[in-house]
């Protein structure tokens, strides 16, 4: 039994009122008298009990009704902390130490009652990356101390250069790990997708204190992000408009209802994402505006076709 258990414990008989005591602590879960001291002292000392002992009742008693415990009565902290753990998991970190050594602390504050929290929920991305461990502790050193950091990124096109970054922000995007960060290389600001940094080592030189901290990451919608090149406006029919009035693609997005379903406006600085999300509805999205984008919407699904015809 931890620590925290025992304290649990022992505060619910004081709880009832039924004056337990060293001995009574050492006796419920078998360990010697001078740890069941000490977990008294902590839930006195650390957790700020308001501890009294009764000499006739040879037994400690509250001085104070409603005192409790941390997480005691907040069953939505407790699921917080749980879903923190789940999330971690979800973003591509269960291999970090640090994520297990996450979960073996939240088990030991959980109350009895409240421990199976952590089986109880469930998350579940699909097409998450799990970045490299030893490439995000550089990352995040980098961040914390404002380092410079010298890297090895690779294309899709599998070109590999070197580079020195400032890294800036760490981005979780729908299962993928990116870094925003200044690049010398380009003299300017980059999105660097951590699944095809293949190298990443702690530069000699500290971050510029002079250099903006971009503030284009949620102009547009999407990762590739920039100024927003124009407003797309999108009609959803049927289940996707069920579907799609509920969602949140950006913070400035506007959803006007109309007879045939759903109008989704919001800005766009790059075709490729868009191009996906409104493929992914069929003959259930229709691109409204601008006419490139319905244009190249109209190509690939030409190209599509063509690929299906030969089957």
């Not at 006195?44 to 009990?49: E, G, K, S, V």
């Not at 995040?140 to 096109?157: M, T």
């Amino acid at each position: 039994m931890s620590l925290l258990e025992r304290v649990y414990y022992f505060h619910g008989e004081l709880s009832r009122s039924r004056y337990p005591n060293a001995r009574s602590l050492m006796r419920e879960f078998e360990i010697s008298l001078p740890t069941a001291r000490r977990d008294i002292a902590y839930l006195r000392d650390r957790l700020l009990a308001p501890l009294a002992y009764d000499a006739k009742k040879n037994g400690f008693f509250y001085t104070e009704n409603d005192f409790s415990l941390p997480f005691e009565n907040s069953p939505r902290i407790i699921f917080l902390l749980g879903m923190l753990n789940r999330l971690a998991e979800e973003t591509g970190l269960s291999d970090l130490p640090e994520i297990r050594q996450l979960e073996k602390r939240i088990s030991g504050v959980l109350a009895q009652d409240y421990g199976h929290i952590l089986s109880s929920i469930h998350c579940e991305w699909v097409e998450v990356e799990h970045p490299d461990p030893l490439i995000f502790d550089s990352i995040i050193e980098a961040i914390v101390k404002k380092r410079q950091l010298d890297i090895v990124y690779r294309s899709p096109q599998k070109n590999e250069t070197s580079r020195t970054i400032e890294p800036l922000k760490l981005i979780s995007y729908q299962g993928r790990w990116y870094l925003s960060a200044w690049c010398t290389l380009r003299s300017g600001y980059r999105i660097f997708h951590l699944a095809r940094i293949q190298k990443a080592e702690r530069g000699g030189r500290s971050q510029s204190d002079t250099r903006p901290d971009p503030d284009d990451l949620q102009r547009s919608f999407g990762i590739f992000k920039g100024e927003p090149r124009y407003q797309a406006e999108i009609l959803f029919t049927g289940t996707a408009a069920e579907l799609v009035k509920n969602q949140l693609w950006h913070k400035d997005q506007i959803i006007r209802k109309t007879a045939e379903g759903i109008i989704l406006l919001l800005p766009v600085s790059d075709d490729r994402e868009i191009m996906m999300k409104i493929l992914q509805y069929g003959s259930q999205a229709k691109v409204l505006r601008p006419d490139r984008l319905q244009q190249r919407i109209k190509e690939e699904i030409s190209r599509m076709h063509k690929t299906y015809a030969t089957l």
